[in-house]
């Protein structure tokens, strides 16, 4: 069974820095693609960041480019994103996602997520 | 970047009826499509990809349909655990977007 734990949330102020890990379980994860999507409260869903399995290709909203860096570490079947210089807008829960495929595409599985909240 | 509209933004339906849900690209996006369904509190679900293909453990009710910038999906018969929140994806360009979704409600 496919298991994604997300950690790292917590409450902080504009302009700081935060890095959230997904410890993933029950597949072999370097073969896949491994996303971060975030939700603002009460609104749907944004696709944050990618990273493909294998050749490890990054890709970035445009909100959150400079600003944001995803990697992942195969032996500790975990992906991380680096956020920093955040903002109130980047206040969401902060899913990470598995996709089916080395390349990025669809995502097919999903952790419970974590609360990033940003405020002064 | 590819802008994805849902319509309607909220669809009432009565169990055991069917819903149909549609999903417009700005520009093309093949057939590089997925459906999520998300229930409050919880992680969305991938229902569809492909445009037509159902995830793993998806039941049969569920279809999706379409290529290029028009997509459907439809449920068939609705259940009491399908009324959510549904929304679209395109991976076909960077960035990928989601819609803003679709609220399946009880009528």
């Known amino acids: 069974e496919v298991q994604l734990l997300e950690s790292g949330g917590g409450l902080l102020q504009p302009g700081g820095s935060l890095r959230l890990s997904c410890a993933a379980s029950g597949f072999t994860f370097s073969n896949y693609a491994m996303n971060w999507a975030r939700q603002a409260p009460g609104k749907g869903l944004e696709w944050v960041s990618a990273?493909?399995?294998?050749?490890?290709?990054?890709y970035y909203a445009d909100s959150v480019r400079g600003r944001f860096t995803i990697s992942r570490d195969d032996s500790k079947s975990t992906v991380y994103l680096q956020m920093n210089s955040l903002r109130a807008e980047d206040t969401a829960v902060y899913y990470c996602?598995?996709?089916?495929?080395?390349?990025?595409?669809?995502?097919?599985?999903w952790g419970q997520g974590t609360l990033v909240t940003v405020s002064s | 970047e590819i802008v994805m509209t849902q319509s309607p933004g909220t669809l009432s339906v009565s169990p055991g009826e069917r819903a149909t849900l549609s999903c417009r690209a700005s520009?093309?996006?093949?057939?590089?499509l997925a459906w999520y369904q998300q229930k409050p509190g919880q992680a969305p679900r991938l229902l569809i990809h492909?445009?037509?293909t159902r995830a793993t453990g998806i039941p049969a009710r569920f279809s999706g349909s379409g290529s290029g910038t028009e997509f459907t999906l439809t449920i068939g018969s609705l259940q009491s655990g399908d009324f959510a929140v549904y929304y679209c994806q395109q991976y076909n360009n960077w960035p990928f977007v989601f819609g803003q979704g679709t609220k399946v409600e009880v009528k």
């Open positions: 520009q093309s996006v093949s057939t590089n």
């Open positions: 990273i493909s399995g294998r050749i490890e290709s990054t």
């Open positions: 492909g445009a037509s």
């Open positions: 996602a598995k996709g089916p495929f080395a390349m990025v595409t669809a995502m097919d599985s």
